[in-house]
């Protein structure tokens, strides 16, 4: 699957038939608010060390750090990471195994926060799993935001568009999997105020933010 996240995926996606993406690129208006927004409603301030898990280009990552956030971020996708802005090399890293072999390759260490961001619907449950109890040890908090579904169908329509979209779930299952693999989910909502809010106005129940503090910290 790592190879299907390719210069296509991102930047002609659409005519492919791969995504949702047209010409993915970095857009500060469009970055720096949802950056603003993500440190609002987690309450980050200065000096709060984050992970991007997915971070694709890693431009939430840049966002975040001009913030003063010791941001992060990992990526399955080689020509995600490789197509990231040069300034924040040193700060991304391709995900080649699974996520505390990168930590320790990186010498990361732990995190205050990790956020996964349109990210956890692309993977297999059995994976998520794994990924969600490796979270709960590397990180005191998580933030997920994902796609809202019910009877295998996605609330937003356009969200089927993307083949890589494997799990299509409501409220509960999602917070069900949160806990059942290491985290305290204390909020499950459908609306945060400056992030995914063009999706609001499609479907109010679309998207899903979750944010849930370790068991194990």
């Given at each position: 699957m790592t190879g299907f996240f390719d210069k296509d995926y991102y930047e002609n996606g659409i005519a492919t038939g791969k995504s949702c993406y047209e010409n993915y690129r970095w857009i500060p208006e469009l970055t720096y608010p949802l950056a603003h927004a993500i440190c609002e409603n987690l309450g980050l301030v200065r000096g709060v060390k984050l992970l991007d898990y997915g971070c694709a280009h890693g431009f939430t990552v840049k966002a975040l750090r001009d913030f003063g956030i010791e941001a992060y971020g990992c990526d399955i996708s080689s020509f995600a990471i490789s197509s990231s802005p040069k300034e924040i090399d040193d700060f991304i890293q391709v995900l080649e195994s699974d996520l505390p072999s990168l930590i320790q390759k990186r010498n990361w260490g732990t995190f205050d926060w990790v956020m996964a961001k349109d990210v956890f619907e692309h993977i297999s449950i059995t994976d998520l799993e794994k990924i969600i109890g490796d979270c709960s040890v590397l990180s005191q908090n998580i933030f997920v935001i994902v796609p809202l579904g019910e009877n295998e169908k996605y609330r937003i329509k356009a969200y089927e568009d993307d083949p890589?979209?494997?799990?299509?779930?409501?409220?509960?299952?999602?917070?069900?999997?949160?806990?059942?693999?290491?985290?305290?989910?204390?909020t499950a909502c459908t609306d945060m105020i400056g992030i995914k809010d063009r999706w609001f106005d499609v479907h109010r129940q679309g998207n899903g933010f979750f944010v849930g503090a370790s068991k194990w910290k």
């Open positions: 890589s979209h494997v799990i299509r779930e409501n409220e509960a299952w999602w917070t069900e999997i949160l806990e059942d693999n290491g985290f305290v989910v204390s």
